[in-house]
């Protein structure tokens, strides 16, 4: 079992930045694959950022890719979001999750465990 708490999320204008940490608790982080996803009020949950166990793969979202950055400390429990050059259409309430597994994963339905979720809010 696995605990994911986010934090880090709140209001930033257009072209600022913000890091999203998720601590999480339990047995053996560091085996699980972890992934940042994002969801607006009537649209599915998508996939924003993943990573392997080890660190040693990741993967973006094209509407991401060159602008925010997975990463994880295994020694803290922690996966990280590194947001940059943030725009209006990345507001969402972002999550992140977990799973068991040596491979990085993308849709929700492969994840086991969830955080609560931290809401991100860019202004225009």
């Known amino acids: 079992q696995v605990q994911l708490v986010e934090s880090g999320g709140g209001l930033v204008q257009a072209g600022g930045s913000l890091r999203l940490s998720c601590a999480a608790s339990g047995r053996s982080f560091s085996n699980y694959a972890m992934g940042w996803f994002r969801q607006v009020p009537g649209k599915e949950r998508e996939s924003v950022a993943r990573?392997?166990?080890?660190?040693?793969?990741?993967g973006y979202a094209d509407s991401v890719k060159g602008r925010f950055t997975i990463s994880r400390d295994n020694a803290k429990n922690t996966v990280y979001l590194q947001m940059k050059n943030l725009k209006p259409e990345d507001t969402a309430v972002y999550y992140c999750?977990?799973?068991?597994?040596?491979?990085?994963?993308?849709?929700?339905?492969?994840?086991?465990?969830w955080g609560q979720g931290t809401q991100v809010t860019v202004s225009s």
């Open positions: 990573i392997r166990w080890n660190g040693g793969s990741t």
């Open positions: 999750a977990a799973r068991g597994g040596i491979y990085d994963y993308i849709t929700p339905e492969e994840y086991s465990y």
